[in-house]
């Protein structure tokens, strides 16, 4: 999708989230801690938050459908949207819900072990610019994605005051920094809509089971009053998910989901480097596709 108005693209410190957003996925954590990892592998508890117990694994790729979170959300009570979510800061991200989501993944490979590879992979796609997609293939093959997560990890108990300096002086130096990935992303179907003959589509794969905090009310904002935002509201609870911008999606330091004239719903990302960076540690791969 292209990087102008939506009819136009698609294309730690360990800390608990307050009370009224839900369980954290990390409460998968300890699912996994005392059930078993084979257990834990054929389903997901509804401690986590309201997600439903899986006992096959779907393509994943259905999570981008509105029909998935309509079944999810059966027999769950409607909850209204609230009001405008507060943007979380650059800082947030690096010293708080980057880390967390960084020791979250982590954990649930750890404990997966090698059930954590079949846990599916979501993908997502977006067609822009020569510009836009040539810039963030030079950044996905100079290694930045793996040297930035480091960076993140390595710098989580620094001073919050003084984190953001020290990203941007490394960010400036090419030593580190925020994929530049803009505006909303979709399924392929989504982006195959806005082929115009010039531009060019990117396919971004989620890491193993990344999509089950990509949804999570702790790093998603939603838009909209009926559908898919609709749908994750019920099965979140009342107040659970901070609200994005009606128009774009768009929360700085969230990941944005909206709905779409086009295909059910759309991922926004908006530009800010506090919901890129977050969107980046979800990523596994990123290729060029046709």
Request: positive net charge; charged residues 30%; glycine residues 10%.
């Amino acid at each position: 999708m292209r990087a102008h108005d939506t009819a136009r693209h698609l294309g730690v410190r360990k800390q608990p989230a307050p009370a009224a957003r839900g369980a954290r996925p990390g409460g998968l954590l300890a699912l996994q801690r005392t059930a078993g990892n084979r257990a834990v592998a054929r389903s997901l508890d509804s401690s986590r938050g309201g997600l439903p117990v899986q006992r096959a694994r779907p393509d994943v790729q259905d999570r981008l459908t509105e029909r998935y979170w309509a079944q999810q959300a059966v027999g769950k009570n409607p909850a209204t949207p609230g009001k405008r979510g507060s943007n979380r800061s650059l800082t947030d991200i690096l010293t708080k819900v980057g880390p967390q989501l960084l020791d979250d993944l982590r954990s649930m490979y750890e404990s997966a072990g090698n059930e954590a590879s079949k846990a599916g992979q979501l993908k997502l796609y977006r067609r822009m610019t020569t510009e836009e997609a040539s810039a963030i293939l030079a950044f996905y093959n100079d290694d930045m994605l793996a040297r930035t997560r480091k960076w993140v990890d390595s710098h989580r108990d620094d001073d919050p005051g003084e984190v953001a300096s020290s990203w941007h002086k490394e960010k400036k130096n090419g030593v580190i920094g925020a994929m530049p990935v803009s505006n909303h992303l979709g399924d392929k179907a989504q982006a195959d809509r806005y082929d115009d003959g010039k531009n060019r589509m990117l396919e971004f794969t989620l890491k193993p089971g990344a999509h089950e905090f990509l949804f999570h009310p702790e790093y998603m904002a939603v838009a909209g009053r009926t559908g898919t935002p609709d749908h994750l509201r019920a099965i979140r609870g009342q107040d659970a998910y901070r609200e994005a911008s009606q128009g774009e999606g768009i929360l700085g330091g969230y990941i944005g989901l909206k709905n779409e004239k086009h295909g059910d719903f759309s991922i926004s990302l908006g530009d800010s480097d506090a919901t890129r960076l977050l969107f980046q540690l979800l990523i596994s791969s990123v290729r060029e596709v046709t």
